[in-house]
């Protein structure tokens, strides 16, 4: 490769981290042990939160009335679409039968699990779309009971936008509890809930932590980091375009990568000398966020062609990748590692974010690599079942036999025999292991 980066990141998203994890663990502790009240002692210490924890139907509708009109058209125009793409992926997954041998019949099922808990976040930003991405796609899958929860802020419990989103959303039950406390007592099945299967929803990095620690106990949509996103941009890119799209990922954190990808040198000096002065457009506290990830996350790779290009997009898998350059065709095609991907200027990692359809919680930190992000997929359960004709179960017991007794196991040898004798009992078998084998 003939790579050149114009622009290198001089930190990584896990820098500063390595105190979360005992935090994390000692809290999940706490609360495994202390129940509902040490829930509650953490609400009034990190959320300065004392009202009620369960949101009562009345607050969920004092909310609804205090959304303007307006906004709650927008919410639903979102909410809409992410429920027809989550119908839509539903759609293609399906119970399956097959005859493998005469008499032996499989097949799979796909169960949704019972109960999920959405994690909402609720400091900086009020974030709404999470709520839709959430909370939609488990009830589209066929999740039972879906828990939410989303940080109270003081005074006020959670933002009514946040609170009407999850009730028109499908939530059963809602939360005003954030962070790790949040996490736990979801996984717990506190306040008379029911301990959810799953936990997913972006959040901070405890929040993460949390569910990184909870995993196994019960499963996870993803480890999550900072959100990220790479612009791969040709030529016929524009670059006011370009910047701003990096920019408006970049005030996601201090933390959060962007990178630009480009064939073309002066449109990535051009994006260089653009993406500063559009960070300071932005509301101070969005800025402050904007020019740290910029300053410590940002690179602009220089390569010198689009197979390049594309090696190096795949080579970071990033949980956003957006293409502005010619023939989308060809990209769609060759691009392989991505959380979600976005083909030309017309759209925008922005509209993924909020409102166009497909999932906005994604894999972060390269984990693109291996995993998709959220999706009705990561609420049902693919199970497999099998049953057999006595014909059937001849040539699988003897097979069972010889193979349980090359591998030395002969409690599932004689799970194998016992069932010849029974169906066949005029019959003689030979069940001894192969004497070559190795």
Known sequence: ??????????????????????????????????????????????????????????????????????????????????????????????????????????????????????????????????AIMTITTAKVAGVTHVTACSPPRPGQGIPPAILYTMDLCGADAI??????????????????????????????????????????????????????????????ADPDLVAWDLVGQAEHGPTSPVWLVTDDRRLAERVLDLAPRLIEELPAPNAASARAAWADCAEVILCATREEMAEVADATAPEHLHVQAADLDWWLGRLRSYGSLFLGEETTVAFGDKASGPNHVLPTSGAARYTGGLSVHKFLKTVTWQRATRDAARPLALATARISRLEGMEGHARSADVRLERFFPSERFDLAAPHDAV
Not at 182 to 200: K, S
Not at 219 to 231: C, E, K
């Open 175 to 236: 939360l005003a509890v954030g962070g790790v406390q949040g996490i736990a007592a979801m996984a717990e099945g506190l306040f008379g809930l029911p301990p959810v299967d799953i936990l997913v929803g972006p959040g901070n990095a405890y929040v993460a932590e949390a569910r990184r620690l909870l995993y196994g106990r019960v499963g996870i949509d993803m480890v999550a980091g900072p959100t990220d996103s790479m612009v791969v941009a040709d030529a016929t």
């Open 1 to 130: 490769m003939t790579i050149v980066h114009l622009k290198t990141a001089t930190r990584t998203p896990e820098s500063g981290q390595e105190d979360v994890s005992a935090t994390v663990a000692a809290m999940l502790a706490h609360i495994a042990q202390g129940g509902e009240a040490t829930v509650r002692d953490y609400a009034r210490d990190l959320d300065r939160w004392e009202g009620d924890l369960l949101v009562t139907p009345e607050q969920r509708a004092m909310a609804a009335d205090r959304v303007p009109e307006a906004l709650k058209a927008d919410i639903r125009f979102a909410h809409d679409n992410v429920r027809r793409f989550a119908e839509a992926q539903r759609a293609t997954i399906s119970d399956c039968e097959v005859e493998i041998v005469p008499g032996l019949l499989a097949g799979q099922r796909q169960i949704p699990v019972s109960a999920a808990g959405a994690y909402v976040p609720g400091g900086r930003y009020s974030h709404v779309a999470s």
